[in-house]
Nanobody, 121 residues
């Protein structure tokens, strides 16, 4: 079992930046960020493996950076847009991260409660 706790959410204006963090009680091989906007399905944002490798969803387009520091996963977000608004969740699994084509929330067994990000225009 592992617990994940997200922090760093908040409200910013368009073009602003936020840094989210997720801290775990164990050291999972793969950690990920997902997000869910109002009325939308949960979507994958990016992953960070124990060895430092990262993957990103296409919509990130260089605006977001994932970094892994042992039991912590960070998400540095810049050039934020209103469509980035949503609840951001941290997830973990004790296996290598799925490849991008297989990435899905169902691949992760452990989840945090989420942290809200609101971007106003």
């Amino acid at each position: 079992q592992v617990q994940l706790v997200e922090s760093g959410g908040g409200s910013v204006q368009t073009g602003g930046s936020l840094r989210l963090s997720c801290e775990t009680t164990r050291d999972p091989y793969c950690m990920a960020w997902f997000r869910q906007g109002p009325g939308t399905e949960r979507e994958w944002v990016g992953t960070g493996e124990e060895d430092g490798q990262t993957q990103y969803a296409e919509f990130v387009k260089g605006r977001f950076t994932v970094s892994r520091d042992n039991r912590k996963l960070h998400l540095q977000m810049s050039s934020l847009k209103p469509e980035d608004t949503g609840m951001y969740f941290c997830a973990a699994r004790f296996a290598p991260c799925p490849n991008i084509r297989s990435m899905a929330s169902s691949a992760f067994a452990f989840w945090g409660q989420g942290t809200q990000v609101t971007v106003s225009s």
